[in-house]
């Protein structure tokens, strides 16, 4: 009997365990209600529909820049350098001293052609004299044919020795000014090759010299585009060192044979460098109107998303954002050409895209 009322008074514990656990599991099951992330959560977008427009044809390239004139800076005669007057980068004048070669040697030769020069002056007024007096003696009938002959050959010799010292003097004189290298044009230094103490040999390039005032970006043009390229067409030229700056060209040099390996026409667009910021070597892109007219699709901007050089925008289809990769053509204003992944008519999500995934419930907003 003691036995069977222990019993009994395990059932009070019993349910109240019971009650207890089933309290919990329900409060488990409403916590989890609400912190569980919501599937159903619905943005609100703005769409617009990919349409054509109307837009100029425009011809884009890639190419380098490269200096207008270019002036391969030697010396004409050998020597030790005596000084290098700039270095890479100085803007130089027309003129303007880049290099001075020990002179010495130079001066003494001209010194000693020119005491050449004297002595065979000397010499031929002497002759000319004696070739005077005979001349009078000659026509008495004082001195035979042959002897006054003889008379005229040393005159000529004489004269002859006065134009080959008055050349070696020249010459030696054209040597003595070659031992200062200038500039042939104006400029600005590039690829310095020479220091002091240097010995040059004659026509070893020891710098360039480039006039940048003025640029050419060079271009390849395909056989296929060549016929809407003409000169003096005007060219909009971007570079990533500039981002925020267009820079205005024209179209100056086609030359009229292609490359025989790639079969493009070089072409040169002139561009104005006054602010020396365009330099030789720089990447660049250029775009070219043709002045002919056609119709693309078109997106708004703000409808694409990029990632890995891959382009996508979302279409809205019924309540869901649908993603697509789309190729892309050229900026025209606000828009942006559709190449490919669209159709006409479709709507494109132009709001929240940076946020959208693909298959995100969504709402139109009026």
């Known amino acids: 009997m003691q036995g069977s009322w222990k019993k009994w008074l395990w059932i009070p514990v019993l349910l109240g365990l019971a009650l207890g656990l089933f309290k919990f599991s329900d409060y488990l099951k409403n916590n989890k209600q609400v912190n569980a992330p919501s599937n159903l959560s619905i943005q609100t977008v703005e769409a617009k529909e990919a349409a054509k427009v109307t837009k100029e044809e425009t011809l884009s390239y890639t ?7 270019e002036a391969v800076i030697s010396a004409k005669i050998a020597g030790r350098v005596n000084q290098v007057s700039v270095e890479n980068g100085d803007a130089v004048a027309s003129g303007a001293v880049l290099v001075s070669l020990e002179s010495q040697e ?25 070739y005077q007096r005979n001349k009078t003696l000659y026509e008495s ?7 006054f002959e003889d008379i005229e050959i040393s005159l000529k010799l004489a004269e002859a020795e006065v134009s080959s010292a ?4 020249a010459n030696a004189e054209e040597s003595l000014r070659n031992c200062t290298v200038n500039s042939p044009i104006g400029g600005v230094v590039s690829d310095r090759n020479v220091s002091n103490g240097q010995v040059l040999s004659p026509g070893a390039q020891i710098m360039l010299i480039k006039n940048i005032s003025d640029v050419h970006m060079i271009i390849s043009v395909e056989q296929k585009d060549l016929a809407s390229i003409t000169r003096g067409m005007e060219a909009v030229v971007t570079l990533d ?5 267009k820079f205005t060209g024209t179209v100056e040099i086609i030359n009229p044979s292609a490359n025989k390996s790639a079969r493009v026409f070089e072409t040169k667009i002139r561009i104005n460098n006054k602010d020396n910021l365009l330099k030789p070597g720089m990447f660049a892109k250029a775009e070219l109107k ?11 901007q703000n409808a694409l998303t990029g990632k ?11 309540d869901k954002a649908n993603r697509r990769q ?15 992944g669209l159709t006409e008519g479709q709507k494109v999500i132009i709001t929240n895209v940076n946020k959208l995934k693909d298959q995100d419930s969504i709402k139109i907003s009026d």
């Open 63 to 69: 190419g380098t820049i490269e200096a207008v004139d």
């Open 106 to 130: 130079y001066i003494n030769a001209v010194t000693i052609s020119r005491a050449l020069l004297q002595k065979a002056e000397v010499n031929l007024s002497t002759v000319e004299v004696n």
């Open 141 to 147: 009938g004082a001195i035979s044919k042959k002897d």
């Open 166 to 169: 008055a050349a070696s003097l």
């Open 241 to 245: 060192s500039y981002p925020d700056r």
């Open 290 to 300: 043709t002045g002919k007219t056609g119709e693309i699709l078109a997106v708004p």
């Open 308 to 318: 890995e050089g891959m382009f996508f925008v979302f279409t809205a289809e019924g």
């Open 326 to 340: 789309v190729e892309i053509g050229q900026v025209v204003e606000q828009l942006v050409e559709i190449k490919s």
